[in-house]
């Protein structure tokens, strides 16, 4: 052969071996998945809203054959979700572990009741967004949110305003938001804590307190009986159903839109090819016929981002929180 033709044969030949190589091994990394039962981390006990959220999630998975491998969910009660989330850092690496993250995962650390922060865990996506909404007794004076956002700016503490179930939490922060947003010195409201948005609830029914901040599932019961009038929904636009009749705070004028997200998170240290894996399954979650009926049966919206995109997002509501937080007074971190 050709010297020449020989050299340029050899120079090809390693170029296609190098090229190859480099391909195979990165098979690895774009071909993981899951080898034995998947545990989906779940920080209630059974049957609360997240905990049946879990419980759907694992359910699809398993109708949909998303998954090779079995799941099961695995409830780490207590601690306001940190029992699960030190439980799910013990598995720093594995892909076999993933979990539901509430929205303490952002407000815990602000208020100081866990070291525990976002930025600890390996951020999957986003799944679904959860409206907060302000409601008073049928029989109130208070018409709409501009009538209780006028009567507060007179005088901050003269009307209860109930939450669940702790200060600084989405439900506190959301209705602070559009308060703040009109002008009241929140840092004068008369806020209380009940165990429950329930009780909240049986609370104002009873005439102890005279306003109620709580998601959308627990009023709806209460606004179908005429009980209760729901004056603001902290929603972008105008929901549906039993909540079409309810104007949105932006509609009033006021920006108090707020949600309160709920994403999939992994624990620390996840490789690219398992968060791959694991953006692809929840993705197809979030695409799923069945997914989106239970998200309309306990009144969550769907709104589903990949990893980057959340971890956007939970900057910017991190940010936004700690303002707010910070305006109450409970901000200590």
Request: glycine share 10%; proline share 4%.
């Amino acid at each position: 052969m050709n010297p020449r033709r020989e050299r340029v044969h050899k120079h090809l030949f390693l170029c296609i071996f190098f090229l190859y190589s480099g391909w195979v091994s990165a098979q690895p990394s774009l071909a993981w998945k899951p080898e034995r039962t998947i545990e989906i981390i779940s920080g209630t006990a059974a049957g609360g809203a997240v905990d049946r959220a879990n419980r759907a999630v694992q359910r699809i998975w398993q109708e949909k054959k998303i998954l090779d491998v079995n799941s099961v969910v695995v409830n780490k009660p207590g601690g306001g979700n940190a029992i699960a989330w030190n439980y799910l850092n013990q598995h720093a690496g594995d892909g076999h572990y993933v979990m539901i993250a509430p929205y303490t995962i952002l407000t815990n650390k602000l208020v100081g009741t866990s070291s525990i922060n976002w930025t600890d865990f390996t951020l999957i996506s986003l799944l679904f967004n959860e409206y907060m909404t302000v409601a008073v007794r049928a029989d109130s004076p208070i018409k709409s949110g501009t009538d209780l956002i006028g009567r507060l700016k007179k005088d901050p503490g003269s009307l209860s305003i109930a939450v669940a179930s702790t200060l600084g939490n989405h439900i506190h922060s959301s209705i602070a938001k559009a308060l703040k947003a009109g002008g009241v010195d929140i840092k004068k409201l008369r806020v209380v804590a009940f165990p429950s948005s329930g009780e909240s609830v049986t609370q104002l029914l009873g005439g102890h307190v005279d306003v109620v901040s709580s998601s959308t599932p627990n009023v709806v019961g209460q606004l179908q009986a005429g009980k209760i009038r729901v004056i603001a929904v902290s929603s972008g636009q105008r929901l549906t159903g039993v909540f079409a009749g309810v104007p949105t705070w932006k509609e009033q004028g006021i920006e108090g839109t707020f949600s309160a997200s709920q994403g999939a998170i992994g624990p620390r240290g996840l490789t690219p090819a398992q968060l791959a894996f694991w953006e692809s399954a929840f993705q197809k979650l979030a695409q799923s016929d069945e997914w989106n009926k239970e998200l309309a049966t306990s009144h969550w919206y769907g709104n589903y981002l990949g990893s980057r995109e959340t971890a956007k997002y939970y900057a910017a509501q991190n940010t936004e929180l700690r303002e707010i937080l910070t305006e109450l007074g409970l901000a200590k971190q």
